[in-house]
């Protein structure tokens, strides 16, 4: 015991006297908001010292907002911890951190939307070189049926040091309106290389957005519309009007590795990947279609496209987990091949959630064929 804390001292005074350690995977420091502000700093729930939350700066309307505290009717529940913050108009929140200059990343945080009327988050990381570069994550849709949300968005590190902020860019009618937010984390992503076995970039979807530990939420969202550039799924565009989900084994069956992909809303959410290929050439394209053991009942049909071709793979679920394997052949016509995958349908859980059929382990080989005599 004693030696384990000698070790760890040695660790902690290392990585203290080096100052430069870079943050990759978990939640970011005090990106639950469990440390708050003073009551001195607090006028009714609004927080008016914009340096009151630690490692945050705010900047207009913030309200401090503890787990069970009611708005009206509505009791406000945080998912994890004991507190969340909830931006008003124009509001914004704003954290510094050291991470790796030329890596991705992605950010992943909780959302609630607090009324019925079409709520967004800007977040934006500085410095940028490209100008009008952020992130509008749209929060229309409900996806959860706690109203709890978690959200993920990827970006590439142009420096050490970073900004990262969030901004709800609407005009609220209500001061008390504008979404909450808890639970921001940040994860180094290593997108994988295309190989021999795989000409698609991370077809197992095994790297991705951080995954918060414990959420009775589940899954973090993909926003639809989301390029190579900023996608927190590195390999795949979200190509929707809607988002799809990312999915762990730790709390979903996942058919292959940890890892696995579920199309939430019908032909609203499509994931699309781009590979170069040899035109006249063959190639097959083979994936796994299944349930994510998450009561997601019905008659399912994923759709798989690539060149001209498309296949439809009809999957019966029970919502208890299974998966089946499914090959798509084509013939390449052009140079670049846009393989897409999307849901016929959409189901929806007894308690009113979107969900649909996962996806997982997509692989793309050539295929030679025996020369006939
Ligand atoms: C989003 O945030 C960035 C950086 O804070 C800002 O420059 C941009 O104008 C914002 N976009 C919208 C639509 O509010």
Avoid at 2 to 15: G, N
Avoid at 157 to 181: F, Q, R, T, W, Y
Avoid at 198 to 226: A, C, Q, R, S, Y
């Amino acid at each position: 015991m004693q030696k384990l804390s000698a070790i760890l001292l040695v660790v902690l005074l290392c990585a203290t006297s080096n100052g430069v350690l870079s943050f990759t995977d978990g939640i970011l420091p005090n990106g639950q908001f469990e440390y708050g502000p003073k009551p001195s700093q607090m006028k009714g729930t609004r927080v008016i010292d914009p340096k009151a939350i630690p490692n945050w700066e705010l900047t207009g309307f913030i309200e401090y907002i503890k787990s069970g505290q009611k708005q009206g009717d509505m009791l406000l529940v945080v998912p994890e911890g004991a507190y969340a913050v909830r931006l008003g108009e124009d509001a914004s929140i704003k954290t510094k951190v050291k991470v790796t200059k030329g890596l991705f990343y992605s950010i992943t945080f909780n959302v609630a939307r607090t009324c019925a009327q079409e709520e967004k988050l800007n977040v934006s990381v500085s410095p940028n070189s490209e100008p009008n570069d952020w992130g509008i994550l749209p929060m229309q849709t409900m996806y959860s049926s706690n109203g709890w949300d978690t959200y993920s968005w990827g970006f590439l590190a142009e420096s050490n040091n970073i900004e990262i902020v969030i901004h709800n860019p609407s005009v609220e009618k209500d001061p008390a309106c504008g979404p909450l937010v808890d639970s921001v984390a940040l994860k180094a992503l290593f997108p994988p290389r295309r190989t021999n076995a795989n000409m698609l970039k991370n077809g197992d979807f095994e790297e991705g957005p951080f995954v918060l530990p414990k959420t009775d939420v589940g899954g973090v969202l993909i926003p639809p519309n989301i390029e190579d550039d900023h996608s927190p799924l590195p390999g795949w565009m979200i190509e929707s009007l809607k988002a799809v989900k990312y999915l762990d084994a730790e709390h979903f069956a996942v058919p292959k590795g940890k890892r696995a992909v579920e199309l939430i809303a019908g032909k609203e959410s499509a994931i699309a990947q781009v590979v170069k290929t040899t035109p006249g050439k063959v190639y097959a394209l083979s994936f796994v279609v299944g349930d994510a053991n998450n009561a997601c009942e019905g008659s399912m049909i994923v759709e798989a496209f690539a060149s001209k071709n498309t296949l439809r793979v009809p999957y019966e679920s029970k919502g208890k987990g299974g998966f089946k394997q499914a090959v798509l052949k084509f013939r390449a016509v052009t140079t670049r091949t846009r393989i897409r995958f999307l849901s016929t349908f959409y189901q929806m859980k007894t308690d009113g959630s979107l969900c649909g059929p996962i996806i997982d382990d997509v692989r793309m080989i050539g295929v030679r064929y025996a020369k006939h005599a």
